[in-house]
């Protein structure tokens, strides 16, 4: 009976255990070590291919001859289920490679759902509408710094990928508001949009979003100084919003910013170089956003140690880093009564002058200190 008995666990630990735990740790090696491994031996390689799941995502990150590598990826029969694909800044890519996958692979393309193509300059409006209508299941797209595609890119985009929820546009200084309206009329559960340098939009464009995708929950509208309040005063529709980056909002006013304090769950504020904004708009968001955990009032003149106060009453349970470099009208953030909020920080970037008690940041918080000729 013993025997017996020793025989079913050895059986189970062979052809249950071993595999299992086998499969997690390969699950954790890189794609390279991965593909090592299969020219181990035979059972090995077996073994390995039959894990479906090992076998989702292909990365081409700034390879080398990275449209001929991808094309004989797909071309493989373990990679017929791929979900993920990253091609960011592999800068041989071209319409052709794309071209090629949807003559080729257009099966094993149907359950794609993240393509990063951020830094493939060579790939144009033709290129987009190749590989995006091949993936109907894709809900992650992102192509940051490419000026190639154009309003006509982004429609293909919307009109073949009906699911997409994280859209990465930054840096792409050819789409207009025309693209912004598609995006707004199909996109209705997006969560993720950024819009970095897009210096084509303006308050049209993106009011259509702000009216439409209201399951945002990322919104990054960086360097970006041509909208003004009447579209920024619409961010509060957004009830979900987490994330906003404001920086460079030269016509940002405190009004606006009552208005974004509505955003009951923001975590992440950037208002770097928001030049307008004084303490009555700092105020407004530390009494409406109490979930604040990462704050940036970079190069803002106008706030004191007024809007510091208000912080360090409503948000020093959460927030986590606040940058106030350059604010000079801030000259109290080491007092005693500031240390509320200190006590919670984890990161502070500031001017050295400001730095007149040492019993800051008791939790050991980083810190980056400027203007040192004043030490």
């Known amino acids: 009976m013993e025997?017996?008995?020793?025989?079913?666990?050895?059986?189970?630990?062979?052809?249950?255990?071993?595999?299992?735990?086998?499969?997690?740790?390969?699950?954790?090696?890189?794609?390279?070590?991965?593909?090592?491994?299969?020219?181990?031996?035979?059972?090995?390689?077996?073994?390995?291919?039959?894990?479906?799941?090992?076998?989702?995502?292909?990365?081409?990150?700034?390879?080398?001859?990275?449209?001929?590598?991808?094309?004989?990826?797909?071309?493989?029969?373990?990679?017929?289920?791929?979900?993920?694909?990253?091609?960011?800044?592999?800068r041989d890519i071209e319409d052709t490679h794309l071209i090629l996958l949807k003559s080729k692979c257009l099966d094993s393309l149907q359950g794609l759902q993240s393509l990063n193509l951020n830094g493939c300059q060579k790939i144009s409006d033709k290129g987009i509408e190749a590989i995006t209508s091949c993936c109907p299941q894709l809900k992650c797209f992102s192509i940051y710094w490419n000026v190639r595609v154009t309003d006509a890119g982004l429609i293909h985009l919307v009109k073949n990928c009906k699911r997409v929820v994280d859209l990465n546009l930054s840096g792409c200084k050819n789409i207009s508001d025309r693209s912004l309206e598609f995006v707004a009329d199909n996109y209705s559960d997006l969560e993720s949009l950024n819009l970095t340098r897009c210096i084509k939009l303006t308050d049209a464009g993106l009011k259509q979003v702000l009216h439409k995708c209201l399951s945002l929950q990322s919104l990054n509208l960086y360097a970006l100084s041509s909208f003004t309040d009447e579209a920024y005063k619409k961010i509060s529709l957004l009830v979900h919003l987490k994330f906003l980056d404001l920086c460079g909002a030269q016509n940002l006013s405190d009004e606006a910013l009552s208005n974004i304090s509505k955003c009951k769950n923001l975590v992440s504020l950037n208002l770097t170089w928001c030049v307008r904004v004084t303490d009555d708009g700092v105020i407004s968001i530390a009494q409406g956003c109490r979930s604040l955990e990462f704050l940036s009032l970079f190069g803002i003149i106008g706030v004191t140690d007024k809007c510091l106060g208000e912080l360090s009453k409503s948000c020093s349970d959460k927030i986590k880093t606040l940058d106030v470099n350059g604010c000079i009208g801030i000259k109290a953030i080491f007092q005693p009564q500031a240390h509320c909020i200190c006590d919670k920080l984890q990161a502070l970037t500031a001017p050295v002058f400001l730095i007149i008690c040492n019993s800051f940041c008791r939790n050991g918080a980083a810190m980056n200190c400027f203007s040192c000729s004043q030490i």
């Open 3 to 90: 025997e017996t008995a020793q025989v079913g666990e050895d059986l189970i630990w062979n052809t249950e255990t071993v595999p299992e735990v086998f499969k997690l740790v390969c699950s954790r090696l890189s794609q390279r070590d991965l593909i090592s491994l299969l020219l181990v031996s035979p059972w090995l390689r077996r073994t390995l291919i039959s894990y479906s799941s090992l076998w989702q995502e292909l990365i081409f990150r700034e390879m080398n001859n990275a449209g001929n590598r991808l094309l004989a990826a797909l071309s493989l029969p373990r990679y017929c289920s791929i979900k993920h694909i990253n091609l960011e800044f592999a």
